[in-house]
């Protein structure tokens, strides 16, 4: 039998070198070292994302996706896709820095909790009689005795491994001691004067977001920002079920979890946040978790093949409380991990505290809640009626910027908002950086601009007849930079503009079908309300303009920030609130779009370009 041949692969600016077998392709080579390269269609080679430069060294011949992907002019240059291409010898490999999955504008802030702090975790102070022998009672006898002179606290249990610090401590600092406990179970001993601390983690599809905050006063003492590292295994949900469901066939291939590449990073925030504020890891006396059905199953490592395949079905969607150390996380010993409830199908907990976060559930007028992701989840309350439904409309990456041409995340660089002008493109970059590529916002409004000056028509075709139009490569385009600095003509092509037909369809047949399923139309909402990154920084004129949204007359937009986040920092703090997303959760009418009657005439509709002008106007 011969040994397949090693090759040494040398990542450049990561400064990362890895020995991999023949037939490893640079994208696993990549991840097996730790670095995140964007791979939006989870390594299919239909992306185009994962976009790297053979520096030095002999790879694999191009393939035929390569070939429609990548110009000929990039191919010459050793573009290559890193999922597409196998070393055939030692490499020296560059990732530009649109291929990176890190650093892009996170989005942390929301509005603050309104909710008074009454943590299900407590704290009690106890000084601690030392033993002798006439009284050798055991340790945990003798706390237990003062928790019940002290506090009336009767017949506590313990958790095995807050146990085991209990004899060094008592016999290390002074005779008093911190007992951290869950309702009557003793979860963690501390130093007398350790307060107990909490982290709340909004785990979303793209971005996950971490607070930490004191569970007395209810302050956030620190907060981190990072990207999910699962991105560089696919960019929507089904692809990582996929990668997961098809590594776990593969016992033999070397390769992370995509629960332990998750855990990984709320390890790596968590150390960060305590080391940030001066307290440890076993200060950490709670987590509270919110994040859709899929990203909860990846966390916990539960069985995703029924998720994965109709009818969709989730392994668990109601709220669960799991010891964090059973679940890889490094906290206070005996700690749990809260999961918030889910409401159905894809739509899950990260929803359930989007809607705590904003208050939909207690508006008193008809209000519309959309966050938009790679899945959008959109809420319609109608206290009139006493109604509550959601749905999830797989949106998709676009808005991200990826299957978009020169697409790109919100990072340095993004080009994040366009004006046209009769001669003449307007740009505006994130951190005013030279033009890289496209982020949501910047694609939308050239797509508004575009239908505004009818470079493009109701069906989002190009007016070929338009000098501005021109033909590239791959086929009629709009040059939105000439470029600079090496980086390339940005651009957006007829099929980038089918793209975001397809994700428009998707949001605008769910914002409609809510409204069937509720007997309202357009003139009976009064708010909209828009969360996450996406909505907060999208230009709301152009997001009507292209009808993304209908027009509502008689409804105010509030642009609201992370409230996914707002909505887990309060279930982190108050037992009530858990029980108000339970409520919600029960009570919350879940649609399944895809199977709803008139979703297809809906979707195909919601791609077209609004006929009529609609009422951006009224919109400040
Ligand atoms: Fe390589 Fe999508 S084309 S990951």
Redesign the pocket.
Known sequence: MTALKKYQISFNPAGKTVDVLAGTSI?DAARLSGINI?????????????RVIINQGNVSPVSE?EVT?ISSENIEKGHR????AFPQSNLKVDIPEVSMTDEFKLQLEGENPSVDADSPVKSYEVKIKPPSLREPASDLARVSDELKAGFGITDPSVDIYALKKLPALLRKESSETMVFMRQNEIIGFLPAGSSPAGIAVDLGTTKVAAYLMDLKSGKVIASAGAVNPQTAYGDDVMSRLDYSINQKKKPDTPYRSLSEVIRDLINDMTGKLVEETGITGEHVADMCIAGNTAMIHLFLDLPVEQLAKSPYVAAVDTSIDVKAREAGINICPGAYIHFLPGIGGFVGGDHTAMIIGSGIDRKKHITLGVDIGTNTEIVLHNPVKGTCRALSCPSGPAFEGAHVSDGMRAAKGAIESVRLTDREVLCKTIGDAEPIGMCGSGIIDTLAELYRLGLINARGRFDRDNPRIKQGEFGSEFVISEGGSGNGRIVITQKDIAEIQLAKGAIRAGIESLMEADGIDVNDVSEVILAGAFGTYINLVSAVEIGLFPAFPNAGYNQVGNSAGTGVRMALLSGKERKRAEEIALKIKYLELTTHKSFNQRFARGMSFPLEKQVADSID
């Open positions: 994208l964007s791979a939006v269609c989870g390594g299919k080679g239909s992306c185009g994302k994962c996706n992907l896709l890193a999922c597409s």
